[in-house]
């Protein structure tokens, strides 16, 4: 076994053009934590007398390999020296080059040059990615080739110098630790929406924390208007915020850490890249929802609530069992009877007293059906966009209004309790004759106080059947279709753009997000839009504001 490295004085290091022309072999290897505050290394002593220990796993791992390698003349001629503090008086040497513009900790933490995941450490000087610190390592290389010396473990978030390989403890690079992973104390994540905020990134950008940015990185705009809508369903976000998640999987890990980031009070950017939570579904949906190719935001929603609560623990079977379902999940009566086929057109929506099936379903996205959009213009020849109210689709739910389906007659109605968020699809796309057909109808909705109990079965052991059930909507994901040219096919190609919505409730206003622009939204025009996806907040108080 062998250790390397010693320290040395600061003019020594200075004098030296090339890297150290000798490495000192020592007896055995020590653990780190075991070495910590030894007092080791005063800047001034030479390597017969104090040996440097290094203990990290890397170069742990390095000085196995290398013992059973055996080294070479040429491989102790490449060696640095190594120290295992910074010599005194200079331990804030190299922090001026660190450049913070350059730094961005979004992306998959992949080594530059092995792609390997592992142990892997970020230039504070490029912003690059490079694996290990141990002689021998990427970052090591990196550091003698390009005359970089700072770097920050992603994992353990402590910052070295290299190639002397001591560990820097200056408190001007907590903002840095901050960025590669957020956090917030608990009584600040609970005061996110009742204090306004405002913060400026690092080029003295003003931007909301919570309402900032999301990096389109080619066709991911369904995934970021999710990942908005649902960073602003404050139970599901104070729950990815704080939770210690280290022992899930990486899919709830990823998507803990996006929400830390679009909340950051302390952002260098006032945007963030999904990119690592892409990759975890890319990979765990098997390339179904990824970034090069638009999905369905709906369908990726539901695909994506669905695995973070297997993620978190939450049971198959057993109901409210995850966060996920506590939050969203809602059970539903549904009542069929076959059509039979004796029955004439006006009875085969009315329901016969026998052979009335019941079940109960539990749901997390509730669909609302449009109205066929008639095809009618004006007399200018102008398309005449039609409107629905939102409280009439919604009597879908009313347990009243039958619908046929197949060979099926079936009525739905709402049960007690109803969940606090409610999800709403307004179902638009269909799929016919290998084309896929979109209903333009606007439906138009108050922004406050939607009453859900004409939707719900009366239950007074649970809630008084008299009294409205208020629900305020948080989140509001639009369509958009643009027209653009495509030599693909002939003429014009349609193109689905994607915006979400969102309420401010610190500031109490709106605010519309499109990949990286943010703009304000007036609450009285929310409903003018393509509204496809809507997340309603149930108030806690029954009366109405
Ligand atoms: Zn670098």
Redo the contacts with the bound molecule.
Sequence with gaps: MSKRGAAESLEELAARESPAPKRVRVEDVVDETYTNGNGLSNGTSNAESTPDIVGAADELEEELGEAAGGLDDEENQAAAPRQKAPTEGYDDLYLDTVNRSLLDFDFEKLCSVTLSNINVYA??????Y?QGRGPKSQAYF??LE?D?HVYINLESKKVYVLPEGYEVKSKSLEDIKFQVDPSLPKDEVNKLDTEPKNAWDLIGRKYIPGYIGMNNIKANDYFNVVMHALSHVAPLRNYFMLENLKEKSQLAQRFSTLVRKVWNPRAFKAHVSPHELLQAIALQSGKKFNLTEQSDPVEFLSWFLNNLHLALGGSKTKPGTSVVQKVFQGKLKVESQQITARADAGDRLRFEDDHVKTDIQRFMILTLDLPAAPLFQDELDRNIIPQVPLTTILSKYDGLRAQERLNTRVRYRLLHPLPPYLLFHIKRFSQNKFVSERNPTIVTFPVRSLDMSPYVEPNPSIFPASEPIWYDLVANIIHEAVRTRDDSVEGEAERKVWRVQLRDKAHDQWLQVQDLFVENASADTLFTKESYLQVWERRRTPRKA
């Design positions: 230039c504070l000087v490029c912003g690059k490079y990196h550091a390009d970089h």
